[in-house]
């Protein structure tokens, strides 16, 4: 299997277990802070035992300028995206987010040099049409701060991907350790840790010590295969897919614009690897 489909079907997975993300977050009653606290140091104690599972011989916390970039813009996203789903629409949020390929592309041409092809481009906007008819009818009155926390996450995300994607000889999946560490830190001063109760429990171990480590440690090694702007886009996925989990818990019934956008999504970015690969674009391992 070439390096391409494998960082195609690694990234895609993750996005798609980062899609019951939105979900849980919804089921946890809690405040901001509380629940970015588990989820920083839930994530630390996971892919720590996931690198002792491995038997990995990688120092478990990098201090080189990459590792350390690569945390700092970790702990943003992760700090940003739970604060503005409190503070702005979940519809506000998700659009925001989606539109990091942009990002990605953009820092990816400046600081590595790599101009996305035509037919990645022509994807990015396909998909970006697909996830702007999703929420066509959800679009509501914005918070301002919110959807600027929206857009740090954003940044922050593609900023990440093309950072590890410039070390792509390097697994940087013990970077999370550091960046969870680093957002436990910060909400341990600002949450109330212990708050949680009934349900909400199970739902935070489910978010923290699987859904996210897992997800995070799956779209970690994806730009180590594909460019970064084609790992940005396959986040689009996470958009179009969560929420379907919604729906199907919370009897939130997509509407058939929602249906119909996501539909585009899939379809884009799956006729976008198939022509990658019939066109011989494809890196072999």
């Known amino acids: 299997m070439s390096e391409y489909i494998k960082g195609i079907l690694l990234t895609a997975t993750g996005v798609l277990v980062l899609s019951f993300d939105g979900l849980l977050i919804l089921l946890i009653s809690a ?3 509380t629940l970015l606290f588990w989820r920083g140091l839930l994530l630390s104690v996971s ?6 599972l491995q038997k990995s011989t990688q120092p ?3 201090m080189d300028a990459a590792s ?9 996203s992760t700090i940003a995206f739970v604060m503005s789903i409190n503070l702005s629409s979940v519809a506000n949020v998700l659009v925001i987010i989606s539109s990091q390929p942009l990002f990605a592309a953009i820092l990816g041409w400046l600081f590595l040099r790599e101009m996305p092809k035509p037919v990645t481009w022509a994807a990015i906007v396909l998909s970006m049409l697909g996830i702007g008819w999703v929420l066509l009818g959800s679009w509501s ?5 919110g959807d600027m926390l929206a857009l740090l996450c954003c940044v ?8 590890d994607r410039a070390v792509s000889h390097r697994d940087m999946t013990p970077t999370l350790i550091l960046a969870g560490l680093a957002v436990a830190l910060v909400s341990l001063f600002m949450g109330n840790p212990m708050a949680l109760s009934g349900d909400s429990w199970w739902y935070m171990v489910l978010l923290c010590l699987f859904v996210s480590p897992i997800a995070f440690c799956l779209i970690t090694i994806g730009p180590m295969r594909i460019p970064a702007a084609e790992v940005g886009m396959l986040m689009l996925l996470e958009t179009a897919v969560g929420p379907v989990w919604v729906w199907l818990v919370l009897n939130d019934i997509p509407s058939a614009t929602a249906v119909q956008g996501g539909s585009l999504v899939v379809g884009t970015l799956l006729l976008h690897s198939l022509y990658q690969w019939r066109s011989g674009q494809i890196r072999t391992s």
């Open 156 to 163: 922050s995300l593609a900023a990440k991907f093309v950072n």
């Open 141 to 145: 009155e914005p918070n301002f701060l």
């Open 47 to 52: 892919v720590v035992v996931l690198l002792m």
């Open 31 to 33: 405040d901001s802070f």
């Open 68 to 76: 350390l970039r690569s945390s700092f813009f970790m702990t943003v």
């Open 60 to 62: 478990f916390m990098p």
